[in-house]
């Protein structure tokens, strides 16, 4: 296979962005894409907050998947669980009968040696990728900020620990996330000064620090552009006062609100293009920048996850 | 375009009159380290004095704009003339600070260890490197340890502190107490112990089997190793970390939530500001950035735009030289009036469910260009202070 594979085409996707820029949005927009296009997905929840499933109009789920949506499973992380999990099936150790001490020593070392949990979150994606149950997980990863110790988690462990179960374990995961035609990471953004900053610090850091690919940017909450540029001037002759006026007495009311609110979304687009422009030039060449619209939603749920999945099929070209 | 809620105290500048400390948090990207710098900048401006914000990671351009290029760890005041450009004149000092949380790790250790000899063995192990430097919750212990630090030192007036993003809101409130819970630990004590001895009680030993199949033994002595030069310093920690959390129910701290109200964070800010409450510790002020115009929930205009959209063409007869283009205009204006309309009635909505009882309840509306100078911190500013 040559060039970068697909998104839909990847075993293990990581959505990962600055907080409040949507990033549970946009994983609950794939999911339901690669849904709509047959795969049978796994969506995972990192910070468990419950947010993706309630974006399918479903309950939350814990650590054992459930079906939320035709094809579509979710489950939260739970690192205490994963850990668990982890005993039963690699090393044979019933914990049954001691999971208060266990789940006290886990925490423990957990605190004390980081990276325990990171490879605990990371290796249970990693497993579900390899026992194959789905076409396609992705997650709804943590926070641009912690991504990258999460995804450099088997490295770190890698170096840091040198002999011991764990150090065998780490290096099937490895070969999973450092595979560009199973695993990729996509950056969501939105159109903001801080969001562009960190989403570029974060792609190069990505690259520098661990050995997961990056896939694509999606910006978020795109504003439409308004006018034309023909169109902008002849806004302007509207604006002017006796112009106003005579359309306001034409339309049985006041129609500055509705003019100024015109203005302020030219402007809000305006300044918002200047960091998406930023954002292109400081990306690395080739690397897919796909822009999501805003969406004038009264509120978040399986209607907006279709309109999102929609619109990321368009600019898939799917 | 400032809501105020009425209760007793009705302005930031009021509540400010008798706080050492404002703790500005909430869910990420909301603005809140440049509600913290404006804030900080402002009560210079209006109530003088020595002023010092400790910002976790502002947006470059600001952080350029007030001359704090490659700032860190140390206090360094940001000049008069700064504030000139904006027209302002500062009645007392601006100071800024970012918090390494490295350094003030460092710091820290240098502080608390009984002799060089431990400091260094210390500094150098690999474990506390990586707890130092990577790992994420020592960031939200740091970052009130340095508080407390420079509020002991007794420089400042007013201290307003922005608060790391955190994975949850309120892990850098739990910090100081699950750092003392850390190192009190009855499980501490058990990894040490069996690397003096390892002839441990039949109770503890599969603890240890398990430990030591997980992590490997080298591993695990690394991690003793670590925390038995820890330990020297455990009653100096213990003593710092309660003394961090009494600094933050102390009467002269208050919190800023600060938050937009998208659907996501309003949803944190609530549970912030319950948290808080539940807490007892002092919620001063919920402050909403970007905050659409009220204009967007007018009825009337809402009606008018609908008529607008039905008969852009007849409106715009004869009003400029291509009527087609003027008719897509008014509709698209009208159009875009009615998306705006159900984003702000959503909005509106979300404002009114937001809990908690803050003395101050200030909405900030959206500004036309983002704020990287002076001149737009003081105006931010202005709003937030009444």
Same mark, same amino acid.
């Given at each position: 296979?040559t060039g ?23 994983a ?20 468990a907050?419950?947010?993706?499933t ?57 605190? @004390? @040696? ?55 374990? *780490?290096?099937?995961m ?22 562009v ?31 034309s ?21 034409r339309a ?8 100024e609110a ?42 907006? *996850? ?13 | ?11 930031v500048?009021q &509540? ?8 500005a ?24 004095g020595?002023?010092?914000?400790? +910002?976790?990671?502002? =947006? ?13 760890? !140390?206090?360094?005041?940001?000049? !008069? ?9 500062? $009645? ?63 420089k ?9 993003p ?11 107490? $699950?750092?003392? !819970?850390?190192f ?35 591993f ?19 003593? $710092? ?12 701290? +208050? ?8 659907? +996501? ?19 001063? =002020? ?33 009003l400029?030289?291509?009527? =087609? ?22 909005? =509106? ?20 260009a ?7 911190? &003081? $105006? ?7």
């Open positions: 296979m970068p594979p697909d998104l839909l085409d990847l075993r293990l996707v990581f959505v990962t962005g600055k907080g409040g820029v949507g990033k549970t949005t946009v609950a927009g794939l999911s339901q894409l690669a849904g709509e296009h047959g795969k049978r997905v796994l969506v995972c929840e990192v910070d907050k419950g947010d993706v309630s974006l399918f109009e479903a309950s939350p789920t814990d650590f054992t998947p459930r079906e939320i949506a035709p094809g579509i499973w979710s489950m939260s992380m739970d690192t205490e669980a994963s850990l668990r999990e982890y005993l039963k099936l690699h090393l044979r150790i019933p914990v049954v009968g001691r999971i208060g001490p266990l789940a006290r020593a886990f925490d423990f070392v957990a605190t @004390a @040696a980081p990276g325990v949990q990171e490879i605990l979150t990371v290796g249970k994606l990693c497993w579900e990728v390899r026992e194959a149950h789905y076409d396609i997980v992705v997650v709804d990863a943590p926070a641009s900020g912690h991504i990258v110790g999460q995804l450099a988690a088997p490295q770190a462990i890698n170096d840091l620990v040198k002999v011991g179960l764990i150090r065998g374990q *780490t290096d099937w490895l070969d999973i996330l450092s595979d560009p035609h199973q695993t990729g990471l996509v950056a969501v953004c939105t159109p903001e000064e801080m969001p900053n960190e989403t570029l610090e974060l792609v190069t850091r990505v690259r520098e620090e661990t050995t997961v690919r990056t896939s694509a940017v999606i910006v978020n909450r795109v504003l439409p552009e308004l006018f540029q023909p169109e902008e001037r002849v806004f302007e002759q509207l604006r002017k006062p006796e112009v106003e006026a005579v359309l306001s007495e049985g009311g006041t129609v500055t609100p509705v003019l015109a203005r302020l979304a030219v402007t809000l687009r305006r300044t918002r293009s200047v960091h998406l422009q930023r954002l292109q030039a400081g990306l690395p060449d080739g690397l897919p920048v796909l822009l999501l619209p805003y969406l004038f939603a009264r509120s978040f749920g399986a209607r907006t *996850t279709r309109q999102v999945a929609h619109a990321l099929g368009e600019e898939l070209g799917l | 375009m400032t809501t105020i809620r009425e209760r007793g105290r009705t302005t500048g &509540l400010l009159a008798a706080k050492d400390i404002v703790v948090c909430g869910p990420g990207g909301v603005g809140k380290t440049t509600t913290a710098a404006s804030l900080a900048a402002t009560a210079v401006v209006e109530q003088g020595r002023v010092l914000v400790l +910002t976790v990671d502002p =947006a470059r351009r600001l952080a350029d704009a007030l001359g704090l290029k490659g700032i860190g760890n !140390d206090e360094v005041r940001i000049t !008069d003339d700064v504030f000139a450009e904006a027209a302002a004149h500062p $009645r007392g000092e601006l100071w800024a600070a970012m918090l390494d949380t490295k350094q003030s790790w460092d710091d820290l250790i240098r502080t608390h260890a009984p002799d060089d000899e431990t400091c260094q063995q210390i500094l150098a192990n690999p474990l506390y490197q990586n707890i130092s430097g990577r790992f994420v919750q020592s960031h939200d212990y740091i970052a009130m340890e340095r508080l407390y630090q420079i509020h002991s030192e007794g400042y007036d007013l201290i307003v502190v922005d608060t790391p955190t994975r949850n809101a309120l892990d850098f409130l739990d910090a100081p107490q $699950r750092m003392a !819970d850390f009190s630990s009855r499980l501490l004590r058990w990894l040490i112990v069996p690397y003096r001895s390892r002839l441990v009680n039949v109770a503890s030993r599969p603890f240890y089997q398990v430990a030591d199949r997980i992590l490997g033994t080298q695990l002595a690394d991690i003793s190793e670590f925390f038995i030069l820890f330990q020297s310093m455990y009653s100096g920690f213990i003593e $710092r970390a309660e003394a961090v959390t009494r600094l933050l129910s102390d009467r002269r701290t +208050t919190f800023m939530v600060v938050s937009t109200l998208e659907a +996501t964070p309003v949803r944190e800010a609530e549970f912030f500001s319950a948290e808080l409450s539940a807490r007892k510790l002092h919620l001063g =002020a919920i402050v909403l950035n970007k905050v659409l115009p009220e204009y967007l929930r007018d009825p009337n205009a809402d009606k008018l735009a609908q008529s607008m959209q039905a008969s852009a063409a007849a409106l715009t007869d004869g400029t030289e291509d009527p =087609a283009v003027a008719a897509r205009v008014v509709g698209e204006v009208a159009e875009s009036f009615l998306n705006f309309g159900v984003v702000a009635r959503r909005e =509106a909505e979300q404002q009114a469910e937001l809990k908690g009882a803050p003395d101050v309840f200030v909405t900030v509306p959206f500004y036309d983002d704020i990287y100078d002076m001149t737009g911190l &003081l $105006r931010l500013g202005a709003q937030v202070w009444g």
